[in-house]
C-alpha cells in the first residue's frame, strides 16, 4: 500500500479540518501517517493511523527547529512515501527543507493564509516570505485559500511549482445549517427584545473585538440599548476587553471555549469578524450555511467569501462609526436581512467538504 504523510506543527490542526481529507486518501488506497508535535489524546477515528511525534514550535527561530527537521529527514528516509503535504508554517518550511534533502517527490504545501500580506508588519516579511521565498523552490504543489495569496503564489513560483486555489478545506454543511437558538438563549436569559452579535474566535489582537465594543458603545449613546454581544473564545484581551465592557455598561457574554458554535450561530442576529488577518476564515462560512448576514473587515479571507451589499457589509479596520451604521441598518432593514440570507444560503455550498474534497482528489493525481 502506498504511504501518504500529513504534516502540521500541532495535533490540533489535524483533528478541526483535516479528517474528512485523510478518509478521502484511504478510500483513495493509500496508508496516511500524521507527523505533529503530539500533545493529547489521538481522536478515536484516527487511531488505526500511524502517529509520529515531531517537536516543532509555533516559533521558526526555537531551539527545537534542527530537532524537527532531523526527525523529518530520519522519518522520510526511512519511509517510501508516495507524497508528503504540509499544512502551517513553520512545520512547512522545515519539514520542506528535510523533504527536499532526503530527495522526497511529491511535496505539496497548503498555506491556510500566508503571514505575509498587504498591511501586515515589516518583521512578517521580513521572516515568513523570505521563509516562504525560499521553501516554494521546494515544493512540487502549493495551494492556497485566497485570491491575494494566490496572486502572490503565482509571482514566487518558480516552473517546476504548480499554485492551485482552493476555498478552504470544507465545511460539513448539514452538520451547520441548523441550530438550537432557543437553549443559547435560555441559557444566557437573552430577552426577546434583544439584538444579539456575536465574533468567534480567539480574543487577542488580530481578532480585533474591540471594534465591535466600540461600535456598539456609539449605538448605545443612541439611545439603542437592547444589543446582546456574544464572545466565543479565550485568549490574552479578555481582561481589556471586560474592562471596555464594563466601562460602557455593554450587555456581553464571555462564553469561552465552547463545542456548540452552531447554536450560538443560531441565537445570533449578526456574525462579526473584526480581524486584521484571515486567510480564509471558517466561522464566516458557518454562520453562512444558516443564512446569517456578516458584517466583517475589509482584509483578504473576509472579503474572499462576504460580498459587500449582498451577504453582508464590509467595513474598514477599526472604523467604529461605520461599524456602529452597518449594525443600525441590518437592525432595523428586514426585506435586507432576507435576501442576505437567501444569497447566503446558495453562497456557502461552493466551501462544502463534498466540493473541496473533489477538489483536493484532482490535485493529488
Same mark, same amino acid.
Request: charged share 25%.
Given at each position: 500500500m502506498k504511504k501518504f504523510l500529513m504534516v502540521t506543527t500541532i495535533q490540533n490542526t489535524v483533528e478541526a479540518f483535516l479528517i474528512p481529507h485523510i478518509k478521502m486518501l484511504e478510500k483513495n488506497g493509500y496508508e496516511v501517517w500524521i507527523a505533529t508535535n503530539i500533545y493529547k489524546e489521538i481522536p478515536e477515528e484516527l487511531k488505526e493511523n500511524k502517529w509520529i511525534n515531531i517537536s516543532f514550535s509555533r516559533n521558526p527561530f526555537s531551539k527545537n527547529s534542527i530537532k524537527s527537521i532531523k526527525e523529518m529527514r530520519n522519518l522520510i528516509r526511512e519511509n517510501k512515501f508516495e507524497m508528503v503535504h504540509f499544512? &502551517?508554517?513553520v512545520a512547512a518550511f522545515l519539514g520542506r527543507y528535510a523533504a527536499m534533502k532526503e530527495g522526497q517527490k511529491n511535496i505539496i504545501y497548503t498555506a491556510h493564509g500566508f503571514h505575509f500580506f498587504k498591511g501586515a508588519p515589516l518583521k512578517n516579511w521580513l521572516i515568513y516570505y523570505l521563509m516562504e521565498r525560499l521553501a516554494i523552490n521546494w515544493t512540487n504543489r502549493l495551494i492556497t485559500i485566497n485570491e491575494e495569496d494566490f496572486q502572490r503564489a $503565482? $509571482?514566487?513560483?518558480? $516552473? %517546476? &511549482? $504548480? !499554485?492551485y486555489k482552493v476555498d478552504g478545506v470544507g465545511l460539513d454543511l448539514e452538520n451547520y445549517r441548523n441550530g438550537d437558538a432557543k437553549k443559547i438563549k435560555s441559557e444566557l436569559n437573552i430577552l426577546k427584545d434583544e439584538y444579539v452579535i456575536s465574533i468567534v474566535g480567539e480574543l487577542n489582537k488580530n481578532k480585533n473585538q474591540m471594534q465591535l465594543l466600540k461600535a456598539v458603545s !456609539?449605538?448605545?449613546e443612541k439611545g439603542i440599548n437592547n444589543i446582546r454581544i456574544l464572545l466565543v473564545g479565550i485568549g490574552n484581551q479578555e481582561v481589556t476587553l471586560r474592562e471596555e465592557a464594563k466601562k460602557n455598561n455593554l450587555k456581553i457574554n464571555f462564553l469561552g471555549f465552547r463545542k456548540d458554535v452552531k447554536d450560538i450561530v443560531a441565537a445570533s442576529d449578526i456574525i462579526c469578524s473584526m480581524s486584521y488577518r484571515e486567510g480564509l476564515p471558517r466561522n464566516i462560512m458557518e454562520g453562512m450555511a444558516q443564512g446569517k448576514p456578516f458584517i466583517v473587515t475589509n482584509i483578504r479571507g473576509n472579503r474572499d467569501i462576504i460580498k459587500d451589499n449582498q451577504n453582508g457589509f464590509i467595513v474598514p479596520i477599526n472604523d467604529y462609526q461605520k461599524t456602529a451604521e452597518k449594525i443600525e441598518e441590518l437592525m432595523i432593514n428586514v426585506e435586507k436581512n432576507s435576501k442576505i440570507a437567501e %444569497? %447566503?444560503?446558495i453562497d456557502v455550498n461552493k466551501f462544502s467538504i463534498e466540493k473541496i474534497i473533489k477538489n483536493m482528489e484532482k490535485i493529488y493525481e
Open positions: 499544512h &502551517t508554517p $503565482k $509571482k514566487m513560483a518558480g $516552473k %517546476n &511549482t $504548480k !499554485i !456609539i449605538l448605545k %444569497n %447566503n444560503f
